[in-house]
Structures are given as structure tokens and as C-alpha cells.
């Protein structure tokens, strides 16, 4: 949507320097993923770091020379930084954000460590691997995902990722709460298989080189609506669920109406998405009437 928005803000038709910009966007998903992921790694060896030196100060306090460690021993944090995926992605990718800007994981650390969520977790030396889990998921969840200076670092970064970051905390929250004593971490896929990775061209590529043909199928659907005054993304979101009727029998009507109905309430004005379900819908039945949706597989309608 997005890129498609960008071709049309700069009059260009260069379909293929776009669609190499959208793939790289799409592709960089993975680098912010790995950085947040890693930062987890991090966090835990500062504070191996901190302890050792506390340790070894001159006029150590008996509980600096003998600390709680279940912070450092934490079996999850230990999982994570075992884990030979992890380990891979990071090096092919060359993920190495921390080592140059590592205040922000001393800032995270610092804000964890003076958290009620960590001194309650401290409060005993023992703990199971289900607490530990449940420690890491919530610490991430409630502190790292929403830091506001680790947001400005990664917006600062790359700004395409403002759109991503959401997601992927949702994916590691999730992948955290799913991890499993004994296993070891896998890195999340970015595409599911190769028909996924490929969709993102279809679609690109289809709606773009079909839009006049696509604009027809609704410009006649709005007798309340000057073509002008419907807001560019709206129409960019109606060229592409009706694309995806049309020319991807794979996927769902439902999924497709509820998929551009989100983007409408994220990126368009507050009533796109009601003005776009009633032209979508009405579509929909002349489609059908008409036998033009052809959805294959079970439960497709």
C-alpha cells in the first residue's frame, strides 16, 4: 500500500526500482527483529559484566562478593544466547547494534533493575524454568518492547520500521511465551515459504499495472463520492482488495475485506473503513452474482 502510495506521490512508473525498495523494506523486518531479539543476550551480559566488577571492588559488601544471580542464571536469557540460530542469523545478517551503541542496553538494564517486576523476581535465589519464562516474557512485554529511547534508536535507525516494530514485539512476546525447557530457540522465518515471498510482487506488480481496470470496478459504486474526494489511500486500499478478489483465488473474501478494513482504520481517515466495508461488500455480492470471484479450497467464500 504503502509503496504504491510512494509511486503515485512521485508521478514515477518505475515499477521495479519500487518493488526493490518495498522487497529490501519487507527483508530489513528481519534485522529489527534480530536486533530486539539480541538485545536480550545483551541486557544479561551486562549485568554478568556489572556483578564480576562489583565483585572484585576493594571494599566489596559481603552481598556484592556473593550476589543473587538468578537474574544472569536465568534459563531462558541462557537458552537465548545458546542458541545456534540465533548465533547464525546474527553473524550472516551482521547484527552488531549493541557493541557500538550498548548504552541503550545499559539504559534497559538500569530500568529493569529498578522495576517491581525484577524485584520481585529477586526476592528468592531459586526458580523454575516456568518462572523464568514468565519473567523474560513479561520483562520484555512490560519493559523493553515500550522504552521509549530504545523506539527513538530503532525509528532513528531505519524509518520503515516504524510500521514494524509492533509486529515484531508481538512475534518475540509470542515465541517467548511458547519456548519449551530443553529446546533450543529457532529464529522466526520472514516468509512462511516460497508462494508467501512471492505474493508481495504479485500484489505489487498486479494492482499497479491494473489500476485504471481495477478503479472501474468501483468508481461507478460511490454516487455520494466525487472520484477526487475519495483520500488517495482509500483508493489505493479498494484497487487492492479488489485485486485480491479478482486475481488471487487463494485467498478468502472475509480475510481480504478484514485485512484492508485494519489498514484503513491504521492509515486512513476515521471513516474510510466504514465507506470502504459498504463498497467492498456491495462488490463482493456483484462479484458473485456475476461469477467473478473464483476462490479455490475449502472454506475459500
Known amino acids: 500500500m504503502q509503496s504504491i502510495y510512494a509511486l503515485h506521490q512521485k508521478n514515477s512508473d518505475d515499477i521495479e526500482k519500487e518493488e526493490k525498495f518495498l522487497l529490501h523494506s519487507i527483508d530489513s523486518i528481519q534485522d529489527l527483529y534480530l536486533i530486539m531479539m539480541s538485545s536480550l543476550i545483551e541486557i544479561r551480559k551486562k549485568e554478568v559484566v556489572f556483578l564480576e566488577a562489583s565483585s572484585k571492588k576493594h571494599l566489596a559488601t559481603p552481598e556484592e562478593k556473593n550476589p543473587n544471580k538468578k ?3 536465568n534459563a531462558v536469557l541462557q537458552l537465548l544466547e545458546d542458541s545456534n540460530s540465533l548465533s547464525i542469523a ?3 545478517r ?3 547494534n549493541w557493541s557500538m551503541n550498548d548504552d541503550y542496553i545499559l539504559i534497559l ?7 517491581s517486576l525484577y524485584e520481585n523476581y529477586m526476592s528468592t535465589k531459586k526458580s523454575s524454568f516456568e518462572e523464568d519464562k514468565e519473567f523474560v516474557a513479561d520483562m520484555f512485554t512490560e519493559l523493553i518492547a515500550p522504552n521509549e529511547k530504545l523506539y527513538e534508536y530503532l525509528e532513528d535507525n531505519k524509518l520503515t ?3 514494524d516494530i509492533p509486529l515484531v514485539n508481538t512475534q518475540i512476546q509470542k515465541q517467548l511465551k ?3 525447557e530443553g529446546t533450543e530457540f529457532k529464529v522466526t522465518k520472514l516468509y512462511k515459504d516460497q508462494e508467501d515471498q512471492e505474493f508481495v510482487s504479485l500484489l505489487f506488480r498486479k494492482t499497479v499495472l491494473n489500476e ?3 478503479a472501474k470496478e468501483y468508481i461507478d459504486k460511490t454516487p455520494n463520492w466525487d472520484a477526487d474526494r475519495i483520500a488517495e489511500i482509500d483508493t489505493i486500499i479498494l484497487k487492492m482488495a479488489i485485486c485480491e478478489f479478482l486475481k488471487f ?4 473474501v472475509k480475510v481480504t475485506i478484514n485485512e484492508y478494513l485494519e489498514l484503513a482504520k491504521e492509515y486512513s481517515t476515521p471513516k474510510s473503513s466504514i465507506f470502504i466495508n459498504g463498497i467492498l461488500d456491495n462488490l463482493v455480492k456483484e462479484f458473485q452474482s456475476e461469477n467473478k470471484i473464483q476462490k479455490t479450497g475449502r472454506g475459500l467464500m
Not at 538494564?109 to 522495576?115: A, D, H, P, V
Not at 483465488?249 to 478468502?252: D, L, N, V
Open 71 to 73: 537474574f544472569v542464571n
Open 90 to 92: 546474527l553473524e550472516k
Open 94 to 96: 551482521k547484527i552488531n
Open 109 to 115: 538494564l538500569n530500568e529493569i533493575k529498578q522495576s
Open 161 to 163: 520500521w516504524i510500521d
Open 178 to 180: 511458547q519456548i519449551s
Open 212 to 214: 485504471i481496470e481495477l
Open 249 to 252: 483465488p487463494s485467498i478468502p
